[in-house]
């Protein structure tokens, strides 16, 4: 697992502060780039405007590119964007207004605005980043984070963007500057559990959810915009996919995926694993029908956070490595094997113990 936070020597600041790591001189490029002027075992100083300050590091990992993220009297700066890595995802908010039976990320109450910075961590993103947005639900800021895209849009149209939303939270009077803010560049995450109200309303913890979603979706596919379906697989709604295939056939073949997605065994995902999570290693039989019933059909599906060994070999293709680099790793079977560079291994906080019963090396 990569931590995604850095020790660093206390700031003078009063203001959080966004700052860019670069190497060699040559690269300083804007008022936000700090540039590497000594290395002294694991801490590495770095000049910023004329003042230095110092990050200290666990390996010889290479920061060149990196941007991070300051709060005044913390010694722990954020690492926003990894150069070398086409994971990146800013948590703008830590407030939802859903309580999901297997959410990753429980709500909090509290909210810290910082969208300008991250606004201005993706304009130093490198050329044609992809960028994650995720909460909470982000559009429960929803002003603040149309303002931030369209501030990186206006400097740096190469930038996309890819935000997870429970998609509830639009309104006819959006479409125009949906449309505005450029509908390849965004990439909606809508989940949906079920193709009825009581599943997935239950699921969620939230009564009239999925009326709100049906809304929601419709504003977004009368802007034109790029939408991807999210479902995650649980004990319960897994016989209920053929109903959501025909669903979505019937209601949203206009959207770009649908993915469909194995638990994460964290947060609330945890506390609800035993009567939630559903081993598709060992019966991946209503997966299947809906797979191939929405293939048969032209809609486009993938499978994400399944292991390849979790999957039936005429279903593999559909089986990206979409598990985030810093939260990924590999168990003592995939040594073995010879699929694992084609494989987005396991969530760090997965337990074999309580996991997939029927994995083996490809």
């Known amino acids: 697992m990569i931590d995604l936070r850095l020790k660093i020597d206390p700031l003078p600041i009063v203001e959080p502060l966004v700052i860019r790591l670069r190497n060699e001189p040559q690269n300083y490029q804007t008022e936000h780039d700090a540039v590497l002027v000594d290395t002294e075992g694991t801490r590495l100083e770095y000049d910023y405007n004329g003042f230095s300050f110092g990050l200290h590091r666990q390996d010889d990992e290479n920061f060149d590119g990196d941007v991070i993220l300051a709060l005044p009297g913390q010694r722990i700066a954020h690492r926003l964007i990894r150069s070398k890595s086409p994971h990146n995802t800013f948590l703008v908010t830590e407030q939802c207004d859903q309580l999901c039976v297997m959410c990753s ?12 910075q991250f606004a201005v961590a993706a304009s130093l ?20 984070l149309f303002s931030m895209v369209e501030t990186v849009a206006s400097t740096r149209p190469d930038i996309r963007f890819h935000i997870l939303s429970n998609g509830q939270h639009f309104v006819t009077e959006d479409i125009a500057r949906l449309v505005a803010m450029g509908t390849e560049r965004i990439l909606w995450g809508i989940p949906i559990y079920a193709a009825d109200r009581l599943t997935h309303d239950r699921i969620v913890g939230k009564d009239g959810a999925f009326q709100n979603l049906q809304r929601g979706l419709g504003i977004l596919i009368k802007a034109g915009s790029s939408i991807e379906l999210r479902t995650v697989v649980m004990q319960q709604n897994k016989d209920r996919l ?15 995926v649908w993915a469909i997605m194995q638990m994460e065994r964290i ?4 506390m609800n694993w035993a009567t939630s999570f559903h081993d598709s290693s060992t019966d991946f039989t209503q997966i299947a029908k809906a797979i191939d019933m929405s293939a048969a059909r032209g809609i486009s599906i993938a499978l994400y956070n399944f292991p390849l060994c979790s999957v039936p070999p005429q279903y593999r293709e559909f089986a990206l490595s979409t ?25 760090e906080w997965y337990s074999h113990k309580e996991g997939f019963a029927g994995l083996g090396a490809l």
């Not at 053929?242 to 770009?256: G, P, Q, V, W």
């Open 267 to 270: 947060g609330y995902g945890r």
């Open 242 to 256: 053929s109903d959501l295939a025909n669903f979505l056939f019937t209601r949203l073949s206009c959207i770009d």
């Open 125 to 144: 993103a490198p050329l044609n980043a992809t960028i994650g947005i995720s909460g909470g639900e982000p559009l429960l800021h929803k002003e603040r």
């Open 323 to 347: 598990i985030s680099d810093w939260k990924q790793k590999y168990l003592d079977i995939c040594e073995r094997c010879g699929s694992r560079a084609a494989c987005g291994g396991f969530f």
């Open 105 to 116: 990320q429980p709500p909090k109450k509290h909210h810290a605005d910082l969208f300008s």
